[in-house]
């Protein structure tokens, strides 16, 4: 009882070792055929990516020029040195390409090691390799009679095997498919229950499933290609057929899908980021914001700490309708280790209305084999002049003032990368000063305000969520040290101090006095703040930005692009 106990748990233990084998390999398309090199040997280093067991093909490795042997034996010796740099073993099947003709046949077994058709096992699988190469310059027919006697024979020794993959040149089912013919493989396959099917010589990539198996025309790993279309398969590929147990997931990959885990490093990331800050400098392009017509030089100072010249041109993608730019194409032609300046006019038609922001992309290559996309936006400063108020409007959250009457409100807002007019709804925003104070109304309109969010009433309280507007002020223009303030709807405010160095201090208060209201289709809001709470601040110009956030639509608006802790982005208020 013990011994049959023990077998019974050998045998599971057998059957669970059988069922859990796994293992990976690659099937290879024609390298020649019009090889275009080095395609195949990038392909190759692709695969060692992979690290598989090991790789098969399907034929046309070796392009043998028919009658010259040295030439011959020339083309194997290039082929066996490319595929003998794999970190596994490579299976060479038989094409028309590496037979020429029959007295090939020799020396092909010669250099490969492999004979015409044969077959391994691996794990739980079976392999079967081909040769039909011959049928390329006859008519359609069965292979000779001998290899087929073996084929059936290695296919009934084998049927018990878990799966059973074929492999050869010439895919004689799709003829006979066309013809309406018997294929004599097929019926082969089907009888023995062959699970997969790979063949070549097409260059183009096919598959069918018949009768439970798989029929897959690989296209080429090389070879050259007729119309480059992906939908007929036209394009450089290999496969990848993962095997667990009687299980096998075969996937179709594109060349230039696998990388090395180095392919983005860290340090890359580094370098794009600092290069997108230095590598192109746009000089300053002011606008007014009540201006027309607005026409100034700006330069582009472009450094090239890269690999190779940079000699991609310049062209801005602007909004004709807003701006001009000339010229709008710029050659580059800047050497390794080389500064160049390049000028450009600018004329905005509307300083009120600046959004979209002209902007360019360029290709850098900023490290060997590798080339990144740096993107620039024309380098907008927007400064809106703050007129002096000789009576000051009455903090209430009624915008009846007088004084905003008279006063020009900003009106134009972007959206996150300044590429459109903000997606939320009509914003106008105004300014007014005397000594002491700085006066500010907003009305933001909002066709659903019961919608609107309004959770926050105490002060520092988390504002931010609400709709609200965000408030930077850097009052002296040092671009160091600035105010923050951010206001909701109900007129709460989320106030602090910041610096560039990070520092974020909301135990800071300011005297905000700050009243919010409502109106048909709109919320509004009012404030005075003394200038002395904004201390040291500029008796002419302070740094300003800001923003307005509609929850109900997940979008917001900008002032000035881009919006960040970072004051050097920040506009300008002119206190006349």
């Given at each position: ?12 233990f ?23 090199d080095?395609v ?13 067991d ?13 009658g010259?042997s040295?030439?011959v034996?020339a083309?194997f010796?290039?082929m066996?040195?490319i ?11 038989a ?5 020429g ?15 015409r058709?044969?077959?391994?096992n ?17 008519q359609?027919?069965d ?26 040149h010439?895919?004689?089912y ?11 493989l ?8 062959v ?37 007929r398969?036209?394009?450089?590929q290999y496969?990848t ?8 997931s075969?996937?179709l ?24 800050e ?30 190779s ?6 062209i801005?993608?602007?909004?004709q ?5 000339d ?5 580059l032609d800047?050497a ?11 004329t905005?038609?509307?300083?009120s ?7 360019f992309t360029?290709?850098?290559?900023f490290a060997?084999?590798k080339?990144?996309?740096l993107?620039y ?26 004084l905003?009457?008279?006063v020009a ?6 959206n ?45 309280g988390t504002t ?6 965000w ?6 223009d ?8 951010i ?19 909301v ?19 009012e404030?005075?703040?003394?200038k ?9 110009k302070?740094?300003f ?9 997940h ?5 000035s ?7 050097q ?8």
């Amino acid at each position: 009882m013990k011994k049959f106990i023990l077998v019974i748990l050998c045998g599971l233990f057998f059957l669970s070792a059988k069922t859990e084998n796994s293992f990976r390999f690659v099937v290879v398309g024609d390298r020649t055929g019009t090889p275009q090199d080095p395609v195949f040997e990038e392909i190759m280093e692709e695969i060692a990516l992979l690290d598989p067991d090991f790789v098969m093909c399907v034929g046309d490795i070796a392009e043998v020029d028919v009658g010259d042997s040295l030439a011959v034996d020339a083309a194997f010796d290039h082929m066996l040195e490319i595929v003998g740099k794999l970190p596994c073993k490579f299976y060479w099947c038989a094409g028309n390409n590496d037979i020429g003709q029959e007295s090939d046949r020799a020396l092909y077994q010669a250099k490969t090691g492999f004979k015409r058709y044969y077959s391994f096992n691996h794990e739980n699988s079976h392999f079967v390799v081909l040769d039909n190469t011959m049928l390329y310059f006859a008519q359609t027919q069965d292979m000779d009679e001998e290899q087929l006697d073996w084929l059936q024979n290695d296919l009934e020794k084998h049927k018990q095997m878990d799966n059973t993959f074929v492999f050869y040149h010439i895919p004689t089912y799709i003829y006979a498919r066309r013809q309406g013919e018997t294929d004599t493989l097929m019926q082969l396959f089907e009888k023995y229950g062959v699970d997969a099917v790979f063949t070549g010589h097409h260059h183009e990539y096919s598959y069918l499933k018949h009768n439970n198996v798989e029929y897959i025309n690989v296209g080429s790993s090389g070879g050259g290609i007729s119309t480059h279309d992906p939908a007929r398969g036209h394009f450089y590929q290999y496969l990848t057929a993962t095997i667990r147990g009687d299980n096998r997931s075969i996937a179709l990959f594109k060349k230039g899908s696998a990388m090395p885990r180095d392919q983005v490093t860290l340090e890359d990331h580094e370098t794009i980021d600092r290069l997108n800050e230095e590598a192109i400098v746009i000089s300053e392009f002011i606008i007014e914001d009540d201006a027309e017509n607005i026409s100034q030089s700006v330069t582009a100072t472009v450094e090239n700490s890269g690999v190779s010249p940079l000699v991609n041109p310049i062209i801005w993608d602007t909004d004709q309708a807003r701006y001009t730019i000339d010229p709008g194409r710029m050659n580059l032609d800047v050497a390794t280790g080389e500064k160049k300046e390049y000028t450009f006019d600018v004329t905005l038609t509307d300083g009120s209305d600046p959004f979209p922001i002209p902007r360019f992309t360029i290709a850098y290559p900023f490290a060997e084999n590798k080339v990144c996309t740096l993107y620039y936006l024309l380098s907008v400063r927007r400064q809106k002049n703050v007129a002096e108020a000789s009576t000051p409007p009455e903090i209430d959250g009624q915008l009846d003032d007088p004084l905003w009457q008279a006063v020009a409100p900003v009106t134009a807002l972007g959206n996150y990368d300044g590429s459109e007019i903000a997606p939320i709804e009509k914003t106008e925003l105004y300014f007014a000063h005397d000594d002491e104070n700085l006066y500010f109304a907003a009305r933001c309109y909002d066709s659903d305000l019961p919608q609107l969010r309004a959770e926050v009433f105490e002060h520092d309280g988390t504002t931010y969520y609400d709709d609200n507007l965000w408030l930077f002020f850097d009052t002296n223009d040092d671009q160091e040290t600035y105010f923050q303030a951010i206001i909701n709807c109900n007129g709460a405010v989320f106030d602090r101090k910041c610096a560039t160095d990070g520092t974020r201090d909301v135990s800071w208060n300011g005297a905000w006095e700050v009243i919010s209201g409502r109106e048909a289709g709109a919320w509004t809001l009012e404030f005075k703040i003394a200038k002395a709470e904004l201390t040291p601040f500029s008796e002419e110009k302070w740094g300003f930005n800001m923003r307005r956030l509609q929850p109900r639509l997940h979008d917001a608006g900008y002032w000035s692009i881009p919006f960040a802790h970072a004051p050097q982005y920040f506009g300008i208020l002119v206190l006349k």
